[in-house]
């Protein structure tokens, strides 16, 4: 599978209801290499979603570019997969017709596309699910799906807003070790939204953290672990130390209060 860099240069976003306006972004320069995974941590209202949404060309920024190797976006694109924190599955088709409801949409061939889609939901663990609908399936099944769904027509890049936010720990830590391992295999570019520092420790090459809002490139930490990265990964020398400094960067920028309640009412 090919696969594309993603840039931002100078890209800001203001939006406006009435007579005010909220800066949500300023001057975000970031480059994703092609077949890279890289995970974006900040905390909440700092524009990571908003970020997101600008390079899947969903809004326009308000000022700068978003390029995919070196063509400007600006409006969705076909060679692009999304996975939102919900799965938004269509409840009257099973999980199988759920996949193929992306390829339906590019106006491509179903047919053609539908052993890949059963393939990928096996990869997901959903291969005796094919014919459940979404009241039939769990919370972490569905949004497999909706992995699913997002790479069944081999994009070249894959954006994740919170994909894992909704599941307990248990199924993220499965769905986290299913996503590296069909990244492994097709190797796609990943922008990855998260509020979680392990998690975007255990997936990304780099791990990019933002300011609060307006949300502004703070660190790029790159990630020198072995993949895959299983489930021992938390024990690496490596993991322990890029979240301990990832975790002392918030807490200095006052993002993590180690005091916790007790210490703000005290």
């Known amino acids: ?63 700068g570019a978003v390029r995919f190797d070196a063509e400007l976006v600006s ?3 076909k060679d692009t997969g999304i996975v939102f924190q919900k799965a938004n599955l269509v409840e009257w088709r099973n999980a199988l017709d759920n996949v193929l409801l992306q390829v339906e949409l590019r106006s491509l061939s179903p047919a053609d596309y539908r052993e890949r889609a059963k393939k990928l939901l096996e990869a997901l663990g959903l291969g005796e699910f094919l014919d459940r609908h ?36 248990l199924t993220r830590e499965q769905v986290r070790l299913d996503l590296e391992a069909l990244w492994l295999r097709d190797r796609m570019s990943v922008m990855f939204i998260t509020h979680s520092i392990d998690e975007a420790v255990l997936l990304a090459d780099r791990v990019v953290l933002m300011t609060a809002r307006p949300g502004r490139v ?27 400094e990832i975790t002392r960067e918030f807490l200095a920028r006052g993002v993590l209060d180690d005091h916790g309640a007790q210490g703000r009412l005290g």
């Open 218 to 244: 703070d660190r790029i930490l790159p990630v020198d672990l072995p993949r895959p990265r299983g489930l021992g990964a938390r024990k690496a020398p490596e993991f322990v130390r890029l979240v301990d």
């Open 1 to 63: 599978m090919s696969s594309r860099t993603i840039r931002l240069e100078g890209v800001s976003k203001r939006f406006r209801r009435g007579a005010v306006e909220t800066h949500a972004l300023d001057n975000i320069d970031l480059a994703i290499g092609a077949g890279e995974f890289v995970a974006v941590v900040g905390p909440s209202g700092c524009g990571k979603s908003t970020l997101l949404r600008l390079v899947a060309g969903l809004i326009p920024a308000s000022a």
């Open 134 to 169: 979404p009241h039939e399936l769990s919370g972490g099944m569905q949004q497999r799906a909706a992995i699913a769904r997002a790479l069944v027509h081999s994009p070249e890049v894959l954006l994740m807003d919170e994909p894992f936010g909704a599941l307990d720990a």
């Open 75 to 77: 409006a969705p694109r």
